[in-house]
């Protein structure tokens, strides 16, 4: 598959899933980057702001096995990874795997169950894997969870720990639309009906980008870049805790895929500019302050290759 196509399927999904839902073009660009580079995605906003439907209308592009978790406080780990059942037949127990054993895994409000529960997924993202009764099975291939939740401060929610943010890729947000999108929300009754949306690839296809994801170039300045802004992140007083190595290695992943579906086998100083807010909002710990403004502020002050070589600035130093 060439790369240049890539860029045409990116439009096509988009197309696809404005059908049922309006101005979440750039939100779905930024999801099908995140997959094509195996990472996760945590959606958060208010309720109401049609997060389900985009995770299952993105879902349905793509072609792929799709499971649905509803997260409650009552849930239970092996609601989501599955567990060993007793079977009187044969008098013995068998395996009966959980919905986490699909391609794409919507985590439903993911926030709204405790802790144990929410660390159930930690060994799936992570390792592709889950284990039941001491036995471990592997994930099917391609693999992404893609998570929603609501806003902390509403009551009845757990905040997700720093060890389970970590294992998300981004952390997109959606905030309420401007007027001429409400009205045409409040127009339309059909929008939020996913069943319009039609599958745009297949699963060779998507393993196949996923390949080609790994050739595309990245040069030694742009690596450079990267490191610099998610060192920069430790050393800002509005900052309590900074990213790890961790969001230099997402990062550096996701912008070779998001150079591929804009058309190029080449990463370019703008792709780190505009994921580097997605990839770090969620790592980094704020003392009181919004993270993107904070992201904004390292963004204008690290020097990208260009400006470092026209100011005659060394990319060690720090």
């Known amino acids: 598959?060439?790369?240049?196509?890539?860029?045409?399927?990116?439009?096509l999904i988009s197309k696809e899933i404005s059908k049922v839902l309006v101005n979440v073009e750039n939100e779905v660009k930024i999801m099908f980057a995140t997959f094509l580079a195996n990472g996760h995605v945590l959606v958060e906003g208010f309720p109401g702001l049609a997060k389900?439907?985009?995770?299952?209308?993105?879902?349905r592009t793509l072609g792929l096995s799709f499971g649905r978790v509803q997260f409650t406080p009552d849930l239970l780990p092996s609601d989501i990874t599955g567990s060993l059942v007793f079977n009187p037949r044969?008098?013995?127990?068998?395996?009966?795997?959980?919905?986490?054993?699909?391609n794409v895994v919507l985590a439903d409000e993911i926030n709204r169950a405790p802790p144990k529960v929410?660390?159930?997924?930690?060994?799936?993202?992570?390792?592709?894997?889950?284990?039941?009764?001491?036995?471990?099975?592997?994930?099917?291939?391609?693999?992404?969870?893609?998570?929603?939740q609501n806003p902390i401060e509403l009551e009845g929610t757990?905040?997700?720990?720093?060890a389970q943010l970590d294992r998300f890729m981004i952390r997109i947000r959606l905030g309420y639309p401007n007027e001429d999108v409400e009205l045409r929300i409040a127009n339309d009754i059909d929008l939020g009906d996913v069943t319009p949306v039609n599958t745009v690839l297949s699963k060779e296809d998507i393993i196949n980008m996923?390949?080609?994801?790994?050739?595309?170039?990245?040069?030694?300045?742009?690596?450079?870049?990267?490191?610099?802004?998610?060192?920069?992140?430790?050393?800002?007083?509005?900052?309590?805790?900074?990213?790890?190595?961790?969001?230099?290695?997402?990062?550096?992943?996701?912008?070779?895929?998001?150079?591929?579906?804009?058309?190029?086998?080449?990463?370019?100083?703008?792709?780190?500019k505009q994921l580097t807010p997605y990839v770090l909002n969620h790592r980094i710990i704020t003392i009181g302050d919004d993270p993107f403004r904070i992201i904004s502020e390292i963004?204008?002050?690290?020097?990208?290759?260009?400006?470092?070589?026209?100011?005659?600035?060394?990319?060690?130093?720090?």
């Open 1 to 11: 598959m060439d790369y240049r196509v890539l860029q045409s399927i990116a439009q």
């Open 299 to 318: 963004l204008e002050k690290v020097p990208t290759p260009i400006m470092a070589k026209a100011l005659g600035k060394g990319y060690n130093n720090e």
């Open 210 to 272: 996923q390949l080609l994801m790994r050739k595309v170039y990245v040069d030694d300045s742009i690596i450079r870049y990267i490191v610099n802004i998610v060192r920069a992140t430790r050393n800002v007083h509005d900052i309590k805790l900074g990213a790890s190595p961790r969001a230099a290695q997402v990062l550096s992943k996701l912008v070779r895929a998001w150079a591929l579906i804009n058309g190029r086998d080449y990463v370019i100083p703008d792709d780190v």
């Open 118 to 148: 929410q660390s159930a997924l930690l060994e799936a993202m992570q390792e592709g894997q889950v284990t039941i009764g001491g036995r471990s099975y592997q994930l099917p291939r391609p693999f992404m969870v893609i998570a929603t």
């Open 90 to 102: 044969v008098g013995d127990f068998e395996v009966r795997l959980g919905p986490i054993f699909a």
């Open 52 to 59: 389900t439907s985009l995770v299952k209308a993105f879902a």
């Open 158 to 162: 757990y905040p997700l720990p720093e």
